[in-house]
């Protein structure tokens, strides 16, 4: 089935510094992905919705200048946590869909845990 | 606005019972797809089921089915001969139009006692 992987799916950084984290879609084409923020013990929250070639549209109290996302390809989204601090540190997880099977098929990555320091 | 509530945030089973987990939501939207996602401790997001709102037919996988009552906007997943791998957190989840994101309830917290 198709799959969408998350990498790295840990990473510790120094405050002050940014870091990427990549979603990928390894056999399909997503054109849209989105991206998710995880605290302990609660549910997703979406972020941004990233679109192929266009700007992502962030969601309402997501700041878009510390949490870049770039889709430059159909397979491939980023999100750069620019200038992290301690606060930023938590679960980040990517879904794409799936033009296969029946319609409507959402995959989520790995999830990518980030730890600032 | 598009909400998903789940008003049971902890349940736990006994190993090969059944157990039922609750789910409503709120759309002003006539077609839309339903979603339970389970969350282990990996993380790991891992579709359950989904139903598509048009089908009247309540969607089954092996162990797992669902009670979707479209006029009461509910979809309860019930889990039958519960194992100990089910121990996860469930998200109950909705999409409004293809490709749109998910929204997702506060979760439950599942726990199968052996």
């Known amino acids: 089935g198709a799959v969408v992987s998350q990498h790295p799916s840990w990473v510790i950084c120094k405050s002050g510094t940014s870091v990427k984290i990549e979603c990928r879609s390894l056999?399909?084409?997503?054109?849209?992905m989105f991206w998710y923020r995880q605290f302990p013990k609660q549910s997703l929250m979406l972020m941004a919705t990233s679109n192929e070639g266009s700007k992502a549209t962030y969601e309402q109290g997501v700041e878009k200048d510390k949490f870049l996302i770039n889709h430059a390809s159909l397979t491939l989204s980023t999100l750069t946590v620019t200038s992290a601090h301690p606060e930023d540190s938590s679960f980040y997880i990517c879904?794409?869909?799936?033009?296969?099977?029946?319609?409507?098929?959402?995959?989520f990555g790995e999830g990518s845990w980030l730890t600032v320091v | 606005a598009q909400t998903v509530t789940q008003s049971q945030p902890e349940m736990s089973v006994q190993e090969a019972e059944t157990v039922t987990l609750s789910c409503t939501y709120d759309?002003?939207?006539?077609?839309?797809?339903l979603f339970w996602y389970k969350q282990p401790p990996s993380r790991q997001m891992i579709l359950v089921i989904r139903q598509e709102a048009y089908k009247q037919q309540n969607a089954t996988e092996n162990r797992f089915s669902v009670n979707f009552q479209k006029a009461a906007k509910s979809f309860s997943l019930k889990i039958s001969d519960s194992q100990l791998g089910d121990t996860a957190m469930y998200f109950c989840a909705f999409i409004v139009r293809p490709g749109n994101q998910f929204y997702f309830g506060t979760g439950t917290s599942l726990t199968v006692i052996p």
């Open positions: 759309t002003s939207e006539s077609n839309y797809y």
């Open positions: 879904s794409a869909r799936s033009p296969q099977g029946e319609g409507n098929t959402i995959y």
């Open positions: 056999d399909f084409q997503a054109t849209t």
